[in-house]
Structures are given as C-alpha cells and as structure tokens.
C-alpha cells in the first residue's frame, strides 16, 4: 500500500509563508485525486485544497487566495504553498490520496503561526 509523508511545517511568524510536501511511496497519477486537510485541537478536520489526476483544483471558499496546491507526478510528490500566514492558520497539515482502495492519510505536519 502506498504511504504518504507530510513535511515542511514548522513555526512561522505572521505574514511569512511555507511549502509543505507530501511524499508519496507509489505512484500519485493513480489516484482520482489528492489533497491537503488540516486539523486545529477541538476542531474537525477541514479540506483545504484538492487536485485531481488531470490537474483540476478545489479550492475551499475562506481559504482561496492564501493556499496554493500543486503535484508533481514524476517525483510523486504532492505541495502547499501557504502565503501570509494567520494565527488561525495553526493546525496539523495532512496529505489525503482517494483511489481505487479508498482514502490514504498521512500522519500529518504541524504549523503553529505565532507573534
């Protein structure tokens, strides 16, 4: 099965920016799609952006602007650029992958925005 492995979070101060990658273990163009969720503590995990195999984007209205999302098939990685980040932008960051066996998670990465 393939694995997903989130990485680039980190602490940032407001108005900075930060790419996360998710480093898929098989091949991405299998999947129907793919996309990054996050979760904060006492909060449900919310979509923030997904990209389908043919490179179509959805993004989430409140987070439109901000999130950019992007793959990278040859190197089966998936990207989120995040530009100037908010406090409430704190929250652990998945990678999620829906194919033909269903949904794939990562195990997450932490962005904590602080002043």
């Known amino acids: 099965q393939v694995q997903l492995e989130e990485s680039g979070g980190g602490l940032v101060q407001p108005g900075g920016s930060l790419r996360l990658s998710c480093a898929a273990s098989?091949?991405?163009?299998?999947?129907?799609?793919m996309g990054w969720f996050r979760q904060s503590p006492g909060t449900q995990r919310q979509l923030v952006a997904l990209?389908?195999?043919?490179?179509?984007?959805k993004n989430t209205d409140s987070m439109r602007g901000r999130f950019a999302i992007s793959r990278d098939d040859a190197e089966n990685t998936l990207f989120l650029q995040i530009f100037n980040l908010k406090l409430e932008d704190t929250a652990v960051y998945y990678c999620?992958?829906?194919?033909?066996?269903?949904?794939?998670w990562g195990r997450g990465t932490q962005v904590t925005v602080f002043s």
């Open positions: 098989g091949r991405i163009s299998s999947f129907y799609h």
């Open positions: 990209i389908t195999s043919d490179g179509q984007i």
């Open positions: 999620n992958a829906r194919g033909p066996s269903g949904d794939l």
